[in-house]
């Protein structure tokens, strides 16, 4: 006896389907086209590392490693964990593939899957996608504002203006302890108060305060020590001339120095690009600098910078401005009889080797039907062949949107139409 099971998509996982792909593909395109002219070449790390390398890199006690890792022991009993993000995996490359004995700064991107195990809502998924940047080498500022720069030209070439970019400088491992006991000493005597996270964040890293969303936590929060007014000088320096930069290149943008990125990797420079369009979850890009991972992980000091970006979210806000059409068949062959059926396959794939998109009819079908799908399909040309038009080797065609019609001979096709009839 056989018996049916049926299966849905895991929670906070979902398929992404036709037209949406289209919006997509669009973005992806893009990306690959204003990132390559900026000297990005893309790399393709696996989805699964060595736990190690996110615990390490984007730190114990943050939310993605204590509670949204999806971690497994594989069959010879490592810990093995479905990538949370790309930044750890792109340094390990760069690190393995002993790329920085190439000219530096290196620049890279990436796109792919994410997982992380959190509660799915409107713009957050448990295995969503992003595309990223890291380019490696550079500590300048210049840099700085070069990626900031590439993402905006690639958020305005989808049509994206009234993004908000947010910068910050969360300081180096000589001013952030300053900063750190500073940010304690606001908060001691009270930290009871704080929210259970936020308990264990005043010893372990007291900045992951300033991102809690627990209303008791934001309150308490007003009047605490901002991080900009506790940067070292060489810090200072870099963050001033960065906005001067980011001035002077037209990007408009508000310093946040409550921005605390969720990833312990971050020295310096931290961003967020926000849309008022998507709710609570609001950032469409992310990123910042990361001057010391490369050393962390065996490779020399090194200095980087880099970006995400949340293709869902940005998905959502192409949607919401209905910017991207799906595409449509150019031409579709509806053929009468079995003779125009095998002649309707060769002109298809004769049409095809142009890189156009061509439907056939269902064989056997009556004209009536194909002409329906046809219209379905909201194809630009119907071409119709029979009997006659295989012996006098032309083709009937009709264009769907105003019913313009006629004849012409099948061998001028389809470039005839295409140049205009
Ligand atoms: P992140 O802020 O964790 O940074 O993620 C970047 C972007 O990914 C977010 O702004 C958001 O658009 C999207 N995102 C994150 N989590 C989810 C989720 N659960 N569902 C949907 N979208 C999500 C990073 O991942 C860093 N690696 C960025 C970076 C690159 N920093 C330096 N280089």
Known sequence: MSSTERYQAL???RDILPPDIYVWQSVEG????????YGFQEVRP????????????IGENTDIVEKEMYTFQDKAGRSISLRPEGTASVVRCYVENHLHTLPSPQKFYYSGPMFRYERPQ????????????????????????????????????LGLRSLHFQVNSIGCEDCRPVYK????????????????DCGRRYDQNPLRILDCKVERCIEMRAGAPRVTDYLCGGCKTHFERLLSLLGGLGISFSVNPDMV???????????????????????????GRYDRLVKEFGGPDTPAIGFAIGMERLVELL??????????????????GERAGHEGLLLADRIRGKGLWVETGEAGSSLKSQMRRADRLSAKYV???????????????????????????????????????
Request: aromatic share 10%; with cysteine.
């Open 383 to 421: 071409f119709i062949l029979g009997d006659d038009e295989i012996d006098s080797g032309t083709v009937k065609w009709k264009r769907l949107a105003d019913s313009a019609h006629g004849e012409a001979p099948m061998a001028a096709m389809p470039d005839l139409l295409l140049k205009g009839p």
């Open 30 to 37: 893009a990306a690959r086209e204003i990132f390559t002219s």
């Open 11 to 13: 929670k906070g996982m």
């Open 319 to 336: 949607k919401q401005s209905a910017q991207i059409a799906a595409p449509v068949p150019e031409i579709f062959i509806a053929a009468i």
């Open 122 to 157: 409107s713009g957050r998924f448990r295995q969503f996608y992003q595309i990223g940047v890291e380019a490696f080498g550079s500590p300048h500022p210049e840099m700085d504002a070069e990626v900031l720069s590439m993402l905006r030209h690639f958020l305005a070439r």
């Open 261 to 287: 990125r969720g990833l312990d990797y971050y020295t310096r420079t931290t961003f967020e690009v926000t849309s008022e369009n998507l709710g609570a979850q609001n950032a469409v890009a992310a990123g």
């Open 181 to 196: 006991e500073a940010l304690r000493s606001f908060f001691s005597g009270r930290v009871g108060d704080l929210c259970g």
């Open 46 to 57: 696996p989805v699964v590392e060595a736990t190690g390398l996110f615990t390490r890199s």
